[in-house]
């Protein structure tokens, strides 16, 4: 639990610039799954000051995004790749053929194949050595909304009701929010090295009490988490603040 959501940034950061570095000393490639929304951001802030004044390099990063929205054409203002490039990407010297994003653009036909080669692609680099997760409101990590098996996989799902209503200030209304989105799986995000969860502001408190204190439960997908040794939770003072 961190003062405030500078400090929780700073030190997520830091946690990923040592994957980083730690993999790059090894001659090897640093395998990150990386989160979207309002949560990361102060992360991607402090990785990029990172690469632009302390040496940090992306050369040997390799990434795979939790989530896309589908329909969504990556050049829309709303799309994740638009969020990747405008928050980190841009500002970074990752070789972009380093960079998975799932593709929302996919025929409907096209989609299961897609999500069988996301997760192919994620186990030929080795797994991933760290995967950042923000969480939504319903107790979603990724776009696997209550419901969600804990073996499932990269796959397209229906968004919950309050999921799109969250999403509809970037949308000008939560009718213009896609309904489905291309997401990881939960057992895709459970078998990653190490797993970061991070939540900021009171707006998560409610759904981190039940996350991390309540029944582990299909109905809130991020209770799946407890049974990992290999989780770190990273909240602020407000998101911490219904835990006892
Ligand atoms: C984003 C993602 C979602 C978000 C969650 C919280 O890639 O997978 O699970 O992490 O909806 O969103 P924010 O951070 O905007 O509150």
Redesign the pocket.
Known sequence: IYENQEIASAYVANRIASVIVTKQEQGQKAILGL??????KGVYKELVRLHKYEGLSFQNVVTF???EYYPMHPVEEQS?VSFMKSNLFNYIDIPKQNIHIPDGTLSMEAIHAYCDLYEKKIADFGGLDMQL????RTG????NEPGSGDCSKTRLVTLNDL?RE?ASGDFGGKEKVPAQAI?MGIQTITQAKEIILMALSQR?AEIIQKALKGAISADIPATYLQKLAHVEYILDKAAASLLD
Not at 133 to 136: A, W
């Open positions: 989160a979207t929304g309002s949560t990361p995004n939790l989530d994740y997760l923000g969480i939504g979603h990590i990724g776009f999921t969250d997401t998560k």
